[in-house]
């Protein structure tokens, strides 16, 4: 389990923050999706969990313990990571990018290639014909596959995501989508996912936490925001899937003919 | 170890009236053992230079990665270092390292450090951002992060740095020529001592080569350690310069041993060398010629070694057996001692401690006497009835010198005759002792500075004075050879003897002339004056 209390964090010193008092809770196998504009403090939100950002003021624990009392090292590799830049090691093979964190942990080569084997088949991309290329000779999406196996190598507890698919086209994206929701049921890791396309979050989320201006305007299941927004602002966000659902039905029902506008 | 004739001189382009491609491949061959012997001795100054360039500027690089206080500093200093012309560098380096390899490697390594820190620096510090995030989001140590993933991707960068480093390295290696520590240089700096173009070219082209060779060689490295699967390109490239290499290495290999088989084998072998003026091109001919003449030792010349100093330190060491030294160096330069008027008690000091600190015998002085001295025009001398330098007083004070710096400077110089003799010139000027015997002909200054065997003064018609107050000390030339060459070949002593009180001031002044003015090669005037003297009829 997570939990954040009351976490602020500020760039410059305390003039202005970025986050501002976010308290929050994560469930064991639960996947909360932080959904924001950019700017919106998410993505720090999120990169405190494992240390990458360390908080201005309040706590955040892991199963109890305070992230600022135990090694950063440690505590990044029992949490997996991926995210929009992907970072693929470019002069690693494919199967040494997976397994790069067991070559660290001085796990011996053949349990290294067996589980590189292992991840990829899990995200879908064929050992034999993926294990020995160079990332350069990746689609994004590929590459991205790569990514999310990576950060299981470790068989880590926790999954943090920051806009994994954000920089994929459509349809990879939704490709990709539909392969974290299956990974999700078959792993049950408890994920962290940080997105601006509230899509994502309504498919992938357990429950949502909005987030505007570096706080939490409200956090609850999808039903809880769509019926019961607390805040004009989560009010307007949810009303955005309508209003395009209103322009594709007109589109469909009405032919060719464009609504008036 | 390798016994080459002398012969710069048989092939004087410009003299026979062109050369063919056929003299130039017998010279190439005829020097292939030495040249294979500077190409390494220039691959080991090269390749350890580059080596500890590396081992310090790779560690520094990544220091002021983390701490940028030093940034500024490190990378300034190597700036600094590198602007430094290589020949002050190494003069600069002369009382901290002496002479030999120890400075040229101390030198080229400074000179290679700036292009691997700035490269190590510049190659570090422009890694994608993602993957250094994903490298910290996955849990790496920093020294992790730093070995696993930044020095990887680094390393075209840091390489090119090493590349450029090398190649510079083969540049200024030489350079290093000019304090003995050996490499390609010596035959450039021989073939400009001696204005022999094609003795230029033999050091110039390898090292031009070896450069090409480095700077491909390293590039395919860089290539090769860029990361993802190599291009195919490479890997044709890389087989085809490997397959080059080996057939060059075979065809030297090869052309070695018939360059081998073509020499006499040796039965002994006497290492004459010399300092790196005509004068002493000319002794050492005389010596080698004449021990050519009457024995059935081989000569091996090295000739054309940077200095006293070089020439006293191969000696000792035992890398060469003899060379023509003067008494009067011998007695400040080397020993150390205070100047000393009278010329047999210098040569009698000389040989004590001679025998005592460095087990050398200095064998009978040639006769001339290459000290300072006091030149004026003949007709001026004839005209006033001068014919000593106390000659000079009444009307010194009328008188223009022209005297070098440093003869301006030395204790054993102007300073001093002004005591000894009790009077001083009325204007005197610096000159460059390369223009002072022609100022002094054309009537610019009336008194010069000269060194009494230069073939300028007979051929400007200039007049020596006599030091009447024996104020000037003694540099009469003689061989200086070791004691154990001596044991083993005790026909040497009486055969370089020949020479003892042969060769008298004018002589001296003759041969000059003949080479510096004349151009004739050193080895023929050598063995014209030998045949005169009947020095050459055979055993």
Redesign the interface.
């Known amino acids: 389990m997570i939990v954040s209390r009351d976490v602020w964090k500020s760039f410059d010193g305390g003039k202005t923050f970025a986050v501002k008092g976010v308290s929050l809770e994560v469930a064991k196998g639960e996947t909360l999706v932080l959904l924001g504009s950019s700017g919106s403090g998410k993505t720090t939100t999120l990169k405190m969990i494992n240390r990458l950002i360390e908080p201005t003021k309040g706590t955040i624990e892991i199963d109890g313990r305070n992230v600022m009392d135990m090694n950063p090292v440690e505590l990044r590799r029992s949490i997996g990571y991926v995210f929009q830049g992907i970072g693929l090691f470019p002069h690693l093979t494919v199967a040494e990018n997976v397994s790069i964190v067991l070559r660290l942990l001085g796990r011996p080569k053949r349990e290294q290639q067996k589980r590189a084997e292992e991840l990829l088949e899990l995200v879908g991309l064929d050992p034999k014909e993926f294990a020995d290329r160079y990332p350069d000779e990746l689609s994004g999406g590929q590459q991205q596959r790569v990514g999310v196996a990576r950060a299981l190598a470790a068989d880590p507890e926790y999954l943090l995501m920051d806009e994994p698919f954000g920089a994929l086209d459509a349809v990879t994206r939704d490709i990709l989508q539909q392969e974290l929701l299956r990974l999700k049921e078959q792993l049950r890791k408890t994920i962290v996912f940080v997105t601006h396309d509230i899509f994502e979050a309504l498919l992938l989320a357990d429950r949502i936490a909005v987030m505007h201006d570096g706080r939490i305007e409200q956090i609850g299941t999808k039903e809880e925001l769509i019926k019961q927004p607390a805040t004009d602002f989560v009010r307007q966000l949810f009303e955005q899937p309508a209003k395009h659902l209103a322009i594709f039905s007109a589109v469909l029902h009405e032919g060719a003919q464009p609504s008036s506008s | 170890m390798t016994y080459h004739r002398w012969d710069e001189f048989t092939f004087e382009p410009n003299k026979s009236g062109g050369v063919t491609m056929g003299d130039w491949v017998d010279f190439v061959i005829q020097r292939l053992p030495e040249l294979q012997q500077k190409l390494i001795e220039h691959l080991i100054l090269t390749g350890i230079s580059t080596v500890f360039a590396v081992a310090i500027g790779l560690p520094v690089g990544v220091l002021i990665l983390r701490w940028s206080f030093l940034r500024t500093i490190v990378l300034s200093f190597a700036n600094a270092v590198q602007t430094i012309p290589s020949l002050a560098m190494l003069a600069f380096l002369l009382p901290f390292f002496g002479i030999g390899v120890k400075p040229a490697l101390v030198a080229l390594t400074l000179y290679a450090l700036l292009p691997i820190v700035r490269n190590t620096y510049a190659g570090l510090s422009n890694l ?14 920093r020294l ?1 992060r730093l070995l ?2 930044e020095i ?2 680094a390393t075209p960068v840091i390489l090119a740095g090493i590349r450029t480093a090398a190649v510079i390295s083969v540049g200024i290696a030489t350079l290093s020529a000019f304090i003995g520590a050996g490499g390609l240089g010596d035959f450039i700096n021989r073939g400009l001592a001696l204005n022999n173009s094609r003795l230029v070219l033999l050091g110039a082209i390898p090292a031009a080569l070896l450069a090409l060779f480095v700077d491909f060689a390293l590039g395919l490295a860089e290539d090769w350690l860029r ?3 190599k291009p195919k390109a490479v890997r044709v490239r890389t087989l085809i310069f490997a397959g080059l290499t080996v057939v060059v290495l075979i065809g030297a290999l090869w052309a070695n041993q018939v360059a081998r088989q073509a020499k006499v084998g040796g039965v002994g072998v006497v290492r004459i060398g010399t300092k790196n003026f005509t004068e002493q091109l000319i002794l050492g001919e005389l010596l080698a010629q004449l021990i050519e003449a009457h024995t059935t030792l081989q000569v091996e010349r090295k000739f054309n070694l940077g200095g006293t100093v070089i020439c006293h330190q191969a000696l000792v060491r035992g890398d060469i057996d003899l060379y023509p030294e003067y008494t009067g160096t011998a007695l400040t330069a080397i020993l150390k001692l205070p100047t000393l008027g009278e010329p047999d008690e210098v040569l009698a000091i000389v040989r004590r401690e001679y025998r005592l600190r460095f087990q050398c015998e200095w064998l009978e002085p040639f006769g001339f006497n290459n000290t300072y001295a006091i030149a004026v025009r003949r007709k001026d001398a004839e005209k006033f009835g001068w014919q000593k330098i106390s000659d000079l007083k009444p009307v010194a004070s009328k008188l223009k010198a022209g005297f070098t710096s440093e003869f301006r400077e030395r204790p054993d110089g102007y300073p001093g005759l002004k005591r000894v003799y009790g009077f001083g010139f009325g204007q005197v000027v610096d000159m460059d002792p390369a223009l002072m015997y022609q100022a002094l002909a054309r009537g610019n200054v009336d008194v010069i500075c000269a060194f009494a065997t230069d073939g300028r003064i007979p051929a400007y018609d200039l007049l020596i004075l006599e030091d009447d107050r024996k104020f000037f000390s003694p540099y009469h030339a003689a061989p200086v050879i070791r004691m154990e060459v001596l044991q083993n070949f005790p026909e040497l002593r009486q055969v370089l003897n020949l020479l003892a009180g042969a060769i008298s001031d004018e002589t001296m002044q003759r041969l000059n002339y003949e080479v510096d003015e004349n151009k004739r090669s050193p080895k023929e005037v050598a063995r014209e004056f030998l045949a005169e003297k009947g020095l050459l009829i055979a055993r």
Do not use: I, M, S
């Open positions: 994608p951002p993602p993957v250094l995030e994903a490298a910290d989001g996955l849990g790496f140590t992790q696993y993933v990887p991707l990361p993802g699967r």
